[in-house]
């Protein structure tokens, strides 16, 4: 018996999509590289959001079977709504995986995280070798941090300290990020707070030297993934 449930049935994209013709083409691009009993990581962010449900129609019209393994809770319903199977990556491990991403530089290095899902797409992205960013031209930087600052997610308890570290390291500046529609911060699906701090110069150990930080859980800083650009 199914739920009668409209919270789960009409789940649509808060807020307005900016280039969504692009981001729909590149969405529709994606969803041609589905193949039947596939197991895929499923990106946060508007563009994954177009992503799920160009898939979830060719499930429909093609009668394919692949399982989803969200990276976020709205992700996660809008399968549920679409009625893409999902799994845990405790129960399956991702062929591939896509997502979207916020800056992406030269080097395809990446800033992500203002949809506050980092430590999810991070592991989902290590779990597979095949790993698509789907970006429209907005996205491109020279430069990470151009455009937006990383997101480092940390524990409560330890958000002075960590914030601490991030100056001492040269942080230009560093904000407890605030949510909209609640009062105080934004709260990670792990139960952590995020600290969304400016760096000018980040290289290839930089990833490595936030998480190193006691009280950070992860990071939006994706260096090394040798991932595939889709745009």
């Not at 290590?126 to 491109?140: G, N, P």
């Not at 904000?175 to 400016?198: C, M, Q, S, W, Y």
Request: charged fraction near 25%; proline fraction near 3%; hydrophobic fraction near 40%.
């Amino acid at each position: 018996m199914d739920w009668k449930n409209e919270v789960i049935n009409n789940i649509k994209w808060n807020g307005e999509i900016n280039n969504i013709e692009q981001k729909q083409k590149i969405a529709n691009k994606i969803c041609k590289r589905v193949k039947n009993g596939e197991v895929i990581g499923f990106g946060s962010g508007s563009t994954s959001f177009l992503a799920t449900q160009a898939i979830a129609k060719r499930i429909k019209e093609e009668n394919i079977s692949i399982t989803a393994i969200p990276t976020s809770h709205e992700i996660n319903m809008l399968c549920a709504s679409l009625g893409i199977p999902t799994a845990s990556l405790n129960q399956a491990k991702p062929d591939w995986c896509f997502d979207g991403a916020d800056e992406v530089d030269s080097h395809g290095w990446l800033i992500k995280g203002r949809g506050a899902a980092m430590f999810k797409e991070k592991l989902v992205m290590k779990s597979c070798k095949e790993r698509y960013i789907l970006v429209d031209d907005s996205k491109f930087v020279d430069n990470l941090c151009d455009k937006f600052p990383i997101p480092i997610e940390c524990h409560p308890e330890s958000l002075c300290y960590v914030k601490n570290e991030l100056l001492e390291m040269g942080a230009e500046s560093c904000i407890l990020r605030l949510a909209k529609g609640k009062d105080g911060p934004i709260i990670t699906e792990n139960g952590n707070f995020i600290l969304d701090a400016v760096f000018r110069n980040i290289d290839e150990t930089f990833e490595q030297k936030l998480k190193n930080i006691v009280g950070v859980l992860d990071t939006g800083l994706f260096i090394g993934y040798n991932v595939i650009i889709e745009k």
